[in-house]
């Protein structure tokens, strides 16, 4: 075994403390936050977070390893390769902070991110996460509901949808400086209102009981766990409240590959592969660890209401 794959022991004992908090939550008899309360590393913003168990929000499926959430991931503003976000993304500048609302709201100014902080109670979510490549991971987050930041900017009757927009920094982001890049900077998402506005839209500022790491999208990114990996949009300054549908990255590129709504569906394949199966990481040559997609990456009890008059196959 290779010694990169060798796991630290503080980690694998946090993380084995972390899977005995999970359990013992499940059974209502511990939060997972409390035993992670006990990691002295973690700033206090995110031990004071309320245990998964309790927001109801969790899943007791093994968690994917601290070491490869943070290993293994797609942010281009840093490379195209997994590796390369991990490798890179110190360069980016996260303190200080802050996020742009904008557009059809009562209450626009550029917030910096501690006051944003100031007005929500923190909380822990245990989500999977499903990428439109077919691979998956179930990641304990911290953050707050999407909708307590909506409710507070006040958006006008006007607003229809929200967009997101991910910082745009050339001198700290290599992948905006690469010759190949074919994507148009900043990265973009949107969502409709009523889908921003459901209790499993997620900002998240943690993950682990610890800081958000710089690849994972430092400080603040979002987490749709019902949607595609690229809806969850990271490192965001900017919100801003539209009439209209807004433009988004992955739609603009490849219109035919990535929809507006990506809601993870087995029923809709990518035009290039199966979306019925993903390989939950860690996965490896011999042990590949393939499972069954599930339609709205098994959420479908709490959105698949926004869709019901909606035709899916069309509007994927
Ligand atoms: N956000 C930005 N700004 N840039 C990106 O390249 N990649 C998306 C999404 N958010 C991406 C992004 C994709 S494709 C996925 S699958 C998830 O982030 C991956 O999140 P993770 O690296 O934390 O697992």
Not at 1 to 28: C, H, N, Q, W, Y
Not at 51 to 76: C, H, I, M, W
Not at 122 to 145: D, K, N
Not at 232 to 259: C, H, M, N
């Amino acid at each position: 075994m290779p010694s990169s794959e060798i796991t630290p022991e503080p980690v694998f004992l946090r993380r084995r403390d972390f899977m005995k908090g999970t359990l013992l939550s499940a059974a209502g008899l511990l939060s997972s936050s409390a035993v992670l309360a006990s990691s002295s590393q973690a700033p206090l913003q995110y031990r004071k977070s309320k245990p998964a168990a309790q927001s109801g929000f969790y899943t007791d499926e093994a968690l994917t390893p601290y070491e490869d959430v943070k290993r293994y991931n797609n942010f281009y503003e840093f490379g195209m390769d997994k590796t390369d976000p991990a490798r890179y993304a110190e360069a980016m500048t996260t303190d200080p902070w802050s996020i742009s609302i904008e557009g059809e709201v009562a209450k626009p100014a550029r917030y910096h991110l501690e006051d944003i902080l100031s007005w929500v109670d923190l909380e822990e979510r245990i989500y999977r996460l499903r990428c439109v490549e077919a691979w998956s991971m179930v990641i304990p987050w911290v953050g707050f509901p999407l909708a307590d930041l909506i409710k507070k900017v006040q958006p006008t009757a006007k607003a229809n949808y929200i967009q997101f927009e991910t910082l745009e920094r050339r001198s700290e982001m290599r992948g905006l400086r690469s010759v190949t890049s074919t994507i148009d900077w900043p990265y973009r998402e949107g969502l409709r209102m009523d889908e921003a506005m459901n209790p499993l839209a997620f900002l998240a500022t943690g993950l682990y009981g610890r800081e958000l790491p710089k690849q994972n999208g430092a400080p603040i990114r979002l987490v749709l766990p019902w949607k595609y990996g690229f809806k969850s949009i990271k490192s965001i300054v900017k919100i801003r409240f539209l009439e209209k549908q807004p433009y988004t990255t992955w739609q603009s590129l490849a219109s035919d590959e990535y929809g507006f709504y990506a809601n993870v569906n087995p029923e809709v394949d990518h035009p290039r592969w199966s979306q019925k199966f993903e390989r939950r990481l860690p996965s490896a040559f011999f042990t590949p660890n393939r499972i069954a997609t599930q339609k709205f990456n098994g959420y479908g009890e709490q959105v698949a209401h926004l869709y019901k008059d909606m035709n899916l196959k069309k509007f994927y």
